[in-house]
């Protein structure tokens, strides 16, 4: 565990609430290992581009307005395991959401290579 593992995951969080496609499919490596479980659909890509635009780009779409960055977590877990959570105010034509996710990722110093992702969902604020 480095610092650079703990430095990429607060990065993965802030690209997220920024919904900067483009700064995700930089930090995710381009042959990433990305598995995800949402409410609705469990999700298994392989490609940075493919997990950014048909997962994380579907999770927050262009109407949902990400309005705050509540709170998030960066940890060492053990070996070259990290965890993250995070907890976002949304905002969608439905009304006000939080929206809280957990992950675990690894690193190759540059790029995140493998990440497991779990929603809590849309839940009314």
Not at 102 to 108: G, L, M, N, S, V
Request: aromatic content about 8%; some cysteine; overall charge negative.
């Amino acid at each position: 565990m480095t610092a650079t593992a703990l430095d990429l995951g607060a990065e993965y969080v802030r690209l997220v609430a920024a919904k900067d496609p483009v700064g995700l499919q930089e930090l995710l490596a381009d042959d990433v290992d990305f598995r995800a479980l949402t409410p609705r659909k469990a999700w298994e890509l392989h490609d940075a581009k493919d997990a950014v635009q048909n997962a994380i780009g579907v999770w927050f779409d262009e109407d949902d307005d990400i309005q705050e960055l509540l709170a998030y977590e960066v940890r060492p877990v053990a070996g070259s395991r990290s965890s993250l959570s995070y907890r976002l105010r949304v905002r969608n034509a439905d009304g006000d959401h939080i929206v809280e996710q957990q992950a675990y990722f690894e690193c190759d110093g540059a790029h995140i290579t493998w990440m497991r992702v779990l929603c809590a969902g849309y839940l009314p604020a």
